[in-house]
Structures are given as C-alpha cells and as structure tokens.
C-alpha cells in the first residue's frame, strides 16, 4: 500500500469514527416513551425498586449513563448474561435513551457504600 493510500483510509476511518460518535449522543430520552416501554422490564426488574428477588438488580434512580452503559455492553456482548443479552439485542440507540431517562428519573433505593443516597 503506497503512503498516500495508507494515509486516505486513516483520515477516512477518522471521519468515520468522529461521524459516528455525535450521532449517538443526540439521541435523548424521553422519560414517558420509556415508562411504555419498561412494560417487558417489569416482568424481572418490577417497578425499579421492588424487584423480582434480590437477584434482578434494582434500575430505579439509577444514573442513566450507568444504565445506558450496561445495555449497550450487553447488546455489543461485552457484559455477558444469557437474560440481559436477549433483553438487550434488540433495543434501538431510542429505546435505550428512552428506558435509561425513564428508570434515571425514578426514587430509588440505590445508594453508595457509606449509606449516602443518590
Ligand atoms: C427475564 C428477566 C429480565 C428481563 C425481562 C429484563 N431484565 Fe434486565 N436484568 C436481568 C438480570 C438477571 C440482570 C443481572 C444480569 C447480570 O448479572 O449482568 C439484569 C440486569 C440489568 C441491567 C444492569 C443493572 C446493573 O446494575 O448493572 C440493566 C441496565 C437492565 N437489566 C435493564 C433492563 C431493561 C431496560 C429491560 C427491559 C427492556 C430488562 N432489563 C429486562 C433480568 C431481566
């Protein structure tokens, strides 16, 4: 490969990386479209708080990047649990905002190791 090709496909991999990136942050979350779609969460994850059993992990007041970050690590297969990764396949850039605002706007019962909540 001569330098100048080397050189065009790494600007082209560039422009396609920083293309990609904006995209998925102007996606926002709109709480009441994600209240609808929890419907199917309810069946492991309850209202937020009261959950199936302590096993299903609570998602009410949760910080909505920690949620986002989770869903896309199971959907990419990079947080690995046979559920969630179903759960997770499907989910558009949308349905995460939407879902992760929602859960996010909750009270929940999450707090830090000293008790503070959040
Ligand atoms: C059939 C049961 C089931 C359903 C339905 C379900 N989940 Fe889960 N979810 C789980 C289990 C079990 C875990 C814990 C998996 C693990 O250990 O990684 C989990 C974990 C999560 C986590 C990670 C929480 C954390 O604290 O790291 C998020 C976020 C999440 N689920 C969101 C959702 C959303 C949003 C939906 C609906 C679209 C949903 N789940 C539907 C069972 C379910």
Known sequence: ?????ATLSLALAVAGLS????AMASVHGNAAAGKDKAKVCAA?????????????????GQYPDY???ALHDYKAGKRKNVIMGGQAANLSEQDIADLTEYFGSLSGGIHDLTGHNR
Do not use: E, F
């Open 19 to 22: 293309a990609s990136t904006p």
């Open 67 to 69: 949620l986002s970050k």
């Open 1 to 5: 490969m001569s330098l100048r090709l």
């Open 44 to 60: 492991c994850h309850g209202d937020g708080n009261k959950t199936l059993d302590g096993t299903y992990p609570k998602l009410a």
